[in-house]
């Protein structure tokens, strides 16, 4: 399984017989070196430089030690030595490094490359799906608002949620166990470069016989989501704010038109706080009392007429809050370099942050979840945030933040899930969450694309949460939704009805269905603001609930196998390389192909087939391999089954209902 061959000056290392990495004099498969970054945040944006950097060059090699399944090496360049060994454990490839110079803090690995590669992952990226000839920088921060597209913050790389994984079209996949700052560059035609602004704890290469193989095993190894509850596909979650009174108005007028409804999502049962135009919420972890009077007994109503009541957290606290003042007097929250509760700005006023490198914070906040939240009858909620962590504050651990910050979204989940499970819920509640980074997968019940913009930008809006699909589900993510209409709207960019009956009509063929009302819920369609809106939404609420069988079958094959519901069209047809040039229709599961419509005022859709026999849902029509035209009018979005699939007859009916 591991090969080390001599060349002039150099080697070549095969795993699997796979041609993996290439070092010579010339050419060495490895750097370290140091350097000092700068990191400037604002809201949960990072710009992120570096100066005085000092590459080395590490030439030199000899093999210490060489066995049938690990092979020791020491590389050199003057006095300076990385001593690196190639394990294969469990059937994957290890790769440790270990440097006694206390200086260096850089780190480049340079991996064999093809130009016909394709490459996929990173986490969760909203611009790309084939990132084969781009630059990706992975840090935790906000996705942006516009992300160039208009011009306003962000940039195409920039997401909630990376990831040091990528998967590649020759059927292996990298991942790095590190969380500092890096930078994946597969620009070369001849290499992939792997930065790290540390040395990484240790580098995991699986190579298989297939794609799906690849991605399972990739999967294995993150750890895949706890399986959804059952009532998840039971019908829609309807996001609604107001109150009590406004709830229950809402919900009646949904019923009399046919919704489906599984939950109703009350974001401000917390409270509300009101700045200009915009609705926020008030990040008090209690229910509003003047909202919500008695939620408890309210949640126990709508629970036996077969509802669900869903909310929202995060791990900040606003100062008008008790809880605020608690986690400052407990020492909860990080610090400045004086000691004092460190400010976050956000674009709802100051917040404080929760020390999650803090154990007596995690218990805290475990305990704010389990009585305020789960113990009067919560059976959801989104849990926000995660990305803004500084790095010029201090810790309780002692820990750099520039370490800890990529960490803090993935304690976060697993905060969250330490709650369920030890209130005994696990397996009936979902909490979803935007970001994160290695091993999220293995944490958080639900992933949502975050905060689009409510329009059809290609960088921001409806067609990025396909990109993001597709790519979260490479990197173990089975589990994922949007907000229906998306969720950022300026002055002059506001959700109209087509773009709201289109990112509905996408959303039945996810495994949730969720609307959210935006930044602006005055200025931005919903799913009631007119009455053929609304039976629209309940047409699709009802389509949603009718694939259930589905739904819950490739729920099934995550758990079991780890293959993503939202696939690359690849992962089924590896033999055809048109397919990595797609990234704007996936396959959900194996036997439904979609093709969302992603430009407003269209009546059709162009799509690329696989090689299958492939029925049109709406129509009937048979299409083969190759690019059609196909119509698409609203609540017709391209959708197609495979004609040998098992739930034909399920799709079929699809039409009728």
Not at 105 to 132: D, H, M, P, T
Not at 232 to 240: K, M, P, T
Not at 247 to 268: H, N, T, Y
Request: proline content about 5%; some cysteine; overall charge negative.
């Amino acid at each position: 399984m591991l090969k080390i061959e001599s060349i002039d000056s150099g080697f070549k290392l095969y795993y699997k017989d796979y041609f993996i990495l290439e070092h010579s004099n010339q050419n060495p498969c490895v750097k370290i070196g140091s350097g000092k970054g700068k990191f400037k945040s604002h809201h949960g944006h990072f710009k992120i430089k570096e100066k005085d950097v000092v590459e080395l060059q590490l030439r030199e090699y000899e093999i210490l030690s060489q066995e049938d399944n690990k092979i020791e090496m020491a590389f050199r360049a003057g006095e300076n030595m990385l001593n690196i060994s190639y394990s294969i454990i469990e059937d994957r490839l290890e790769i440790r490094s270990l440097s006694k110079n206390i200086d260096i803090n850089r780190f480049w690995l340079k991996i064999r490359a093809n130009e016909s590669e394709a490459i996929y992952g990173c986490g969760e990226q909203f611009s790309e799906v084939n990132l084969r000839g781009k630059k990706v920088p992975l840090w935790v921060e906000e996705q942006g608002v516009g992300r160039g597209d208009p011009p306003i913050t962000g940039d195409w790389y920039t997401t909630y949620f990376p990831q040091p994984t990528f998967v590649s079209s020759e059927n292996y996949y990298f991942h790095s166990e590190s969380f500092c700052y890096a930078v994946f560059d597969f620009t070369h035609p001849e290499y992939h470069e792997l930065y790290f602004w540390n040395i990484p704890d240790k580098i995991i290469i699986g190579k298989y016989q297939t794609a799906l193989d690849t991605v399972s095993h990739l999967s294995k190894y993150l750890g895949r989501q706890p399986e959804l509850p059952e009532w998840v596909y039971d019908g829609v979650w309807l996001g609604i704010q107001g109150g009590k009174n406004i709830v229950m108005e809402k919900i009646r007028k949904s019923l009399e038109k046919g919704v489906s409804i599984g939950a109703v999502w009350c974001q401000d049962w917390q409270g509300v706080n009101i700045i200009g135009p915009t609705k926020r919420l008030l990040w008090n972890w209690e229910y509003d009392d003047i909202l919500y009077p008695d939620l408890p007994a309210f949640i126990k109503n709508l629970n036996s007429e077969g509802i669900k009541f869903l909310g929202y957290i995060n791990s900040m606290l606003a100062p008008n809050g008790n809880q605020h003042r608690e986690a400052i007097e407990k020492g909860l929250c990080i610090k400045d370099q004086n000691g004092n509760a460190y400010i976050i700005k956000t674009d709802s006023g100051d917040k404080i942050l929760l020390d999650l490198s803090n154990p007596d914070t995690l218990k805290w906040l475990k305990g704010v979840i389990k009585e305020n939240m789960i113990n009067i009858g919560l059976s959801g909620w989104m849990a926000d945030y995660g990305e803004y962590l500084p790095t010029k504050v201090v810790l309780h651990s002692g820990e750099d933040p520039k370490d800890f910050h990529n960490k803090y979204p993935v304690i976060f989940a697993k905060t969250n899930l330490e709650a369920l499970e030890e209130a005994g819920r696990l397996g009936d509640i979902v909490f979803f969450t935007r970001a994160g980074y290695s091993h999220l997968s293995q944490y958080t019940t639900l992933l949502w694309a975050g905060d689009q913009l409510v329009n059809w930008s290609m960088h921001d809006g409806l067609p990025t949460v396909i990109v993001a699909g597709i790519s979260s589900g490479i990197c173990g993510i089975g589990y994922y939704h949007y907000d229906i209409g998306g969720f950022h709207s300026l002055d002059n960019i506001y959700r109209d009805k087509e773009i709201f009956m289109r990112w509905a009509e996408m959303a039945v063929f996810t495994m949730t269905m969720r609307t959210h009302e935006s930044i602006r819920p005055y200025d931005n369609w919903q799913f009631d603001s007119d009455d053929e809106t609304l039976e629209f939404f309940a047409k699709m609420s009802q389509r949603f609930s009718y694939l259930k069988p589905y739904l819950q079958y490739i729920s099934n094959e995550y758990i079991k196998k780890g293959f993503p519901p939202i696939r690359a069209c690849y992962l089924h047809y590896e033999n055809d390389p048109k397919l990595h040039k797609i990234k704007y229709q996936y396959l959900f599961g194996q036997d439904l192909l979609v093709a969302p419509v992603i430009k407003p005022n269209s009546s059709e859709g162009e799509v690329y087939f696989p090689d299958d026999i492939w029925i049109h849902i709406w129509s009937g029509i048979e299409f083969k391999k190759g690019v059609k035209k196909v119509k698409a009018p609203i609540g017709q979005p391209p959708v197609f089954y495979r004609k040998d699939s098992k739930f034909s007859e399920l799709f079929c009916k699809l039409k009728d209902v």
